[in-house]
């Protein structure tokens, strides 16, 4: 693998994606805080992902998408309280969705999962990315339970190692995504973070506000 990490030139989506597609794990900025991506489908890479962040392999990684067709993708069964989820003002953006997915047709990188967190970013870089390579693992950029640095060279005095390729630039904010749980009815938010209470109250869907643990982070 090709290591890009040093490299100073300015990295376009195509970079990533190379870096990526060989199994790499990418530091970059989201449109909430720093976040580690890698292909779901590249095992070593997800391996190496975990280690960075001494993150327990118990604890699911949350998947990002550029749209709503790859949501069917991953075998999410559809429900009124996703469909309007996917429907508000806060997607594409920093809610991330919980759901239920269908065994029979979820990806082979999910077999075994009952349910996903996912999220579609208001993010021009990652929306390239994810349009050209399709779904990815992305994690807060952090060691597991430590609060996320604000700049990549603090990512990297936190993490265990380096990643393949560290992309600069500036967060969309200081706090991870809210989660909003649609696999119960009504739906529950397990975490408030870049969307508040008060913002989510201006949708319609019917919701309950609890601090859960949460398996999922970013």
């Given at each position: 693998?090709?290591?890009?990490?040093?490299?100073?030139?300015?990295?376009?989506?195509?970079?990533?994606?190379?870096?990526?597609?060989?199994?790499?794990?990418?530091?970059?900025?989201?449109?909430?805080?720093?976040?580690?991506?890698?292909?779901?489908?590249?095992?070593?890479?997800?391996?190496?992902?975990?280690?960075?962040?001494?993150r327990p392999r118990a604890k699911a990684l949350p998947i990002m998408l550029a749209n709503a067709t790859q949501v069917a993708e991953l075998g999410v069964i559809m429900s009124p309280a996703i469909e309007q989820a996917l429907n508000?003002?806060?997607?594409?953006?920093?809610?991330?969705?919980?759901?239920?997915?269908?065994?029979?047709?979820?990806?082979?990188?999910?077999?075994?999962?009952?349910?996903?967190?996912?999220?579609?970013?208001?993010?021009?870089?990652?929306?390239?990315?994810?349009?050209?390579?399709?779904?990815?693992?992305?994690?807060?950029?952090?060691?597991?339970?430590?609060?996320?640095?604000?700049?990549?060279?603090?990512?990297?005095?936190?993490?265990?190692?380096?990643?393949?390729?560290?992309?600069?630039?500036?967060?969309?904010?200081?706090?991870?995504?809210?989660?909003?749980?649609?696999?119960?009815?009504?739906?529950?938010?397990?975490?408030?973070?870049?969307?508040?209470?008060?913002?989510?109250?201006?949708?319609?869907?019917?919701?309950?506000?609890?601090?859960?643990?949460?398996?999922?982070?970013?």
């Amino acid at each position: 693998m090709t290591n890009l990490a040093a490299s100073k030139s300015p990295l376009t989506p195509s970079d990533i994606v190379a870096c990526l597609r060989t199994g790499g794990v990418v530091l970059l900025p989201t449109d909430t805080v720093f976040g580690l991506a890698v292909m779901p489908t590249k095992a070593e890479g997800v391996d190496r992902l975990y280690a960075l962040k001494a993150r327990p392999r118990a604890k699911a990684l949350p998947i990002m998408l550029a749209n709503a067709t790859q949501v069917a993708e991953l075998g999410v069964i559809m429900s009124p309280a996703i469909e309007q989820a996917l429907n508000c003002p806060f997607v594409p953006g920093a809610l991330t969705i919980a759901a239920p997915i269908d065994p029979r047709n979820c990806p082979d990188w999910l077999q075994g999962r009952e349910e996903v967190a996912f999220r579609i970013p208001n993010s021009a870089l990652l929306l390239d990315v994810l349009t050209q390579i399709g779904p990815l693992l992305v994690t807060s950029a952090n060691l597991a339970g430590a609060p996320t640095p604000s700049t990549a060279p603090g990512v990297l005095e936190q993490l265990t190692g380096r990643p393949d390729l560290v992309v600069e630039g500036k967060t969309g904010a200081d706090v991870a995504s809210t989660l909003v749980n649609c696999s119960y009815s009504p739906a529950v938010i397990e975490r408030i973070g870049a969307v508040s209470v008060a913002e989510l109250s201006q949708w319609s869907v019917s919701y309950t506000h609890l601090t859960l643990p949460t398996i999922y982070s970013v």
